[in-house]
């Protein structure tokens, strides 16, 4: 089976300027690892929690392991966070560096609970494998339970399929469906947005009270948007242009 490390958790970065408004550093090129031959023989699913600098220019250094299951963990998501590719924080809209924690999630192939999401979608749509990773997972809508986002597309439309715990019906955000008015939503990296205070966007209103974790998306040197659950549906709230 395929083994997809899928970035699950990243904690406020911490950076030594006072800022008003700051924006947490972004990857946005994220292939996938080389595992050796028999890998998943031997070993189980895990995670690997690490912590990086990511320099004002976007540069990787100094990454270390904070906690492992084991030292060939390590090893792969190591060699694998040296391949990513970051846009750097942003101090009121300048460049600036920042130390980041994040959590690399090893599994291979997708759990039991997507499979069923996916079935009832229907036919019409696909899995789509464009960006590694190609699904995400957090508590969404803040019922202490999790819940999945899963890349799919419909035609040459691309959009986000959302499955969350319980059994509730599948969303379905872009992928011809229109979401602030966008139907491809064609994305270029995506990651979890604990929840957390939200800064206020370029030309927004007030930022919304996240109930649970959002999902940022990045349209690499153009703009960023965070999807977020309102009690009702999934919003739109945009970060940057």
Known sequence: M???????????????????????????????PQVPPGFWDTHK????????????EGSITDPQVI??????????????????????ALCDGRPIGSTLTLTMQFAHG??????????????EYRIATRLNPFYLHGDFDGDGRTDYAVLVARGEENGILICRAGGAKPIVLGAGRPLNDVRNLNFDAWMIYPRAPVQRGVGEGSP????????????SETASALLYWNGSRFQWYQQGD
Request: glycine content about 6%.
């Open 2 to 32: 395929l083994m997809f490390p899928l970035l699950i958790a990243v904690a406020c970065a911490r950076h030594p300027s006072p800022c008003k408004e700051f924006v947490n550093p972004v990857a946005f090129h994220q292939p996938g």
């Open 208 to 219: 919304p009270t996240l109930r649970g974790d959002a999902i940022e998306v990045v349209w």
């Open 67 to 88: 906690t492992s299951p084991g030292e060939d963990y390590s090893i792969v998501a190591l060699q694998t966070l040296q391949s990513w590719r970051f846009r750097p």
């Open 45 to 56: 699913d895990s995670a690997v929690t690490l912590e990086v600098r990511i320099g004002n």
């Open 110 to 123: 997708f759990p039991g609970e997507v499979a069923r999401c996916i079935t009832a979608l229907g036919s």
